[in-house]
């Protein structure tokens, strides 16, 4: 895989930015909840069950799947990074330097849930990797970059 300008992410960094990340997928998550039984209850007037509480059942828990892996692969095909990725100045990109395809992007959010729920093994990967990337990164021929700090305007 060839090298971008740009060294690769650390470990550290990338769960920075997952947690940063997970605060806003909180909020995500929640809009899609109250969004998602505000159809099915109001909307398509499913009745509650004696005692029983809203849920969203399975095509509510495949609805969040996709609403979170939406999230994440817009931002990537978009410009590379999520807003947690923005605030650590992580960058995903293709080996040529520009921004995943939608498929890379799709692939990434298929594997990278298992490289975190095995142990952490797909994450720790990226420490024993010549060129620092984790499992998801090689899979979907991604890497995850440092960029450079923003040179400070002279004067301020």
């Given at each position: 895989m060839s090298k971008t300008a740009y060294?690769?992410?650390?470990?550290?960094?990338r769960l920075a930015a997952m947690a940063y990340d997970s605060l806003i997928l909180m909020a995500v998550s929640m809009g899609y909840g109250a969004l998602f039984l505000?159809?099915?209850?109001r909307f398509i007037a499913e009745p509650l069950a004696e005692?029983?509480?809203?849920?969203?059942?399975?095509?509510?828990?495949?609805?969040?799947?996709l609403t979170i892996m939406l999230?994440?692969?817009?931002?990537?095909?978009?410009?590379?990074?999520?807003?947690?990725?923005r605030a650590w100045r992580l960058q995903l990109l293709r080996p040529d330097g520009g921004y995943p395809h939608w498929g890379q992007c799709f692939l990434r959010c298929l594997i990278?849930?298992?490289?975190?729920?095995?142990?952490?093994?797909?994450?720790?990967?990226?420490?024993?990797?010549a060129e620092g990337q984790t499992l998801h990164d090689k899979a979907s021929k991604t890497l995850v970059v440092v960029?450079?700090?923003?040179?400070?305007?002279?004067?301020?």
């Open positions: 060294p690769a992410a650390s470990l550290w960094r505000a159809i099915k209850y005692g029983e509480r809203a849920s969203m059942g399975t095509p509510g828990f495949f609805g969040l799947i999230f994440y692969s817009f931002f990537w095909h978009r410009g590379g990074q999520t807003v947690g990725m990278a849930p298992f490289s975190l729920v095995l142990g952490g093994i797909g994450y720790f990967w990226c420490l024993f990797d960029l450079p700090k923003p040179e400070k305007k002279k004067g301020s």
